[in-house]
């Protein structure tokens, strides 16, 4: 007996190595280049091409606040279209309440919403999104679980099991109106009520047919406040991140995250925060900075020093051999009717090509016509059918693509004069039909 234990106890302990190794070795693997995004109190086009300046990278994502009770509540449809034209994904946290109305909003609470009060909003909202062209990333009720907005589910007569029937009915409704270009994003905040822990996580959860991502808000605080203390990247956000990917494998964007200057090393704690983003949970997707001076100075501009390790952090990250990060745009080209110098008709054959130098992968591409806006991103294909615009002349077509990391191309064109279709004279055609009648 003593002698099947210890057989027993060595296989154990094999197969312990194993297992360990197999861990090990999917850890080691795991390293992913999430998307970069912004959050700037800003909204203007040139905010954001400033920032991006500033910080040497483009963004692949843009996120603002869009409430309600705000000026009609209405989609800021040019932003939105100007963020995709400039090749990155508008986020829009779409917020039921007035702003600077405090929580208690009884018009804004959770049965007033699933109840159908705001049913005329809400699809007047999806009609405007589904005229977009493009995706836009939709985030309702955010931060649910805490108790500082009106759609949370502790205040405002709310119950949490309320939350999740909310965000199905916004969901429905949109579906409804058969708007097929939103990805839903729920956002709980990185810890909340009832033990400012994790525990509610699930019962917030719409469920996988309601949502394409799962997102965590989160801050290092640092000293800045008198109940707070220095927290790291894994302190902040990797309990959120183990509660959810235990119940749901959607991806994960960091939707809100930024660390005050207080307390410890800003720049250390954006080096941190963007490898072990990269290197130890591989669920995420995205991180979004939140870039304002509010509690905090949350900015990364805010000292020299965190600009630079922010910088540092998104253009060399930390990646083992065989994983090296894509900064390199994709190139490629389009030709009309192979080559062709003319046609007499606007309706043309597209040879599209594309290569990815830098080894993420060619995603998608977006055409359009000379002067007219770019149509939405998608699937690259080697040929495709396209329309060309009204009346005679050399008409252009525009390329550009997008590879897997998130770099846009250069614009590439190609020409070709539409001509006017030239009419058969009755002579021609007795002609034509005097030889089609030979024997």
């Excluded at 989160?218 to 008198?226: A, D, E, I, P």
């Amino acid at each position: 007996m003593a002698r099947v234990n210890g057989i027993i106890k060595a296989n154990i302990i094999v197969l312990l190595a194993l297992l360990t190794g197999m861990l090990f070795a999917e850890h080691a693997s795991a390293v992913t280049n999430p998307q970069i995004g912004i959050f700037l109190p800003d909204r203007t086009s040139q905010a954001i091409s400033d920032h991006q300046s500033k910080v040497g990278l483009h963004q692949d994502i843009v996120m603002f606040y869009q409430a309600w009770g705000f000026n009609g509540g209405d989609l800021d449809a040019e932003r939105v279209q100007w963020i995709i034209n400039n090749g990155s994904t508008p986020m829009i946290t779409w917020e039921p309440w007035a702003w600077g109305g405090g929580v208690d909003q009884t018009d804004y609470s959770l049965s007033k919403i699933s109840g159908g009060t705001h049913d005329v909003y809400i699809r007047k909202f999806a009609q405007s999104v589904k005229l977009v062209n493009g995706i836009v990333y939709l985030r309702p009720m955010h931060e649910m679980n805490g108790d500082w907005y009106p759609w949370a589910g502790t205040v405002n007569g709310n119950k949490p099991e309320q939350y999740a029937p909310a965000f199905r009915h916004i969901v429905d409704i949109f579906r409804q109106e058969g708007v097929a270009n939103v990805r839903w994003v729920w956002s709980p905040n990185n810890s909340g009520l009832p033990d400012w822990g994790t525990s509610s996580f699930q019962s917030y959860y719409p469920g996988d047919d309601y949502v394409d991502f799962a997102a965590i808000d989160g801050y290092n605080f640092g000293t800045s406040m008198s109940w707070s203390k220095w927290a790291s990247f894994d302190d902040v956000f990797g309990p959120a991140y183990r509660t959810i990917t235990a119940f749901t494998q959607k991806p994960i964007i960091i939707a809100e995250v930024s660390t005050a200057e207080d307390g410890g090393s800003k720049a250390d704690w954006i080096r941190d925060a963007y490898n072990k983003a990269r290197t130890v949970y591989p669920k995420i997707s995205a991180v979004i900075w939140f870039n304002e001076r509010k509690e905090a100075d949350w900015r990364v501009e805010s000292s020299t020093e965190s600009l630079a390790a922010y910088k540092a952090a998104l253009s060399s990250p930390t990646a083992p051999p065989g994983n090296p990060v894509d900064n390199t745009p994709p190139t490629g080209s389009v030709t009309i009717n192979n080559g062709a110098v003319r046609t007499k008709s606007r309706k043309v054959t597209l040879a599209l090509q594309g290569v990815d130098a830098g080894g993420s992968g060619l995603g998608s591409v977006r055409l359009k016509n000379r002067a007219g806006a770019w149509g939405p991103w998608q699937k690259l294909t080697q040929t495709k059918q396209w329309t060309l615009t009204t009346g005679r002349g050399t008409k252009r077509v525009y390329l550009q693509l997008k590879d897997g990391a998130g770099n846009v191309s250069s614009s590439y064109a190609d020409a070709i004069k539409l001509t006017r279709a030239q009419r058969t004279t009755l002579r021609e055609r007795e002609r034509f039909a005097k030889r089609s009648a030979r024997p």
